[in-house]
Nanobody
Framework: QVQLVESGGGLVQPGGSLRLSCAAS????????MSWYRQAPGKKRELVAR????????NYADSVKGRFTISRDNAKNTVYLQMNSLKPEDTAVYYC?????????WGQGTQVTVSS
């Protein structure tokens, strides 16, 4: 059974940091590209960051470049999103995604709220 379980969300003040984790099971994690998406209330889900299976290519949304870092540990079947200098506009539910050309899996999401 495929599972993607996000953790690490919460309430943080502007300028603060959070580290999201996504633990994967039920598929060959090392063969999948991994991404973080987010969806704010009333908005479409958007790609935040992506990392290829070998960590060779990283992509970021312009809005998070220089503040967020995606990484993965294939030995632990886990992908991370380090979020620094958080802004109120980063408030959203953050989702973990695993994909290949033929398969696409999603986690349930973790809430991140940036507010003073």
């Amino acid at each position: 059974q495929v599972q993607l379980v996000e953790s690490g969300g919460g309430l943080v003040q502007p300028g603060g940091s959070l580290r999201l984790s996504c633990a994967a099971s039920g598929f060959t994690f090392s063969s999948y590209s991994m991404s973080w998406y987010r969806q704010a209330p009333g908005k479409k889900r958007e790609l935040v960051a992506r990392i290829t299976s070998t960590s060779g290519t990283l992509n970021y949304a312009d809005s998070v470049k220089g503040r967020f870092t995606i990484s993965r540990d294939n030995a632990k079947n886990t992908v991370y999103l380090q979020m620094n200098s958080l802004k109120p506009e980063d408030t959203a539910v953050y989702y973990c995604n695993a994909f290949t050309t033929s398969e696409d899996y999603w986690g349930q999401g973790t809430q991140v709220t940036v507010s003073s």
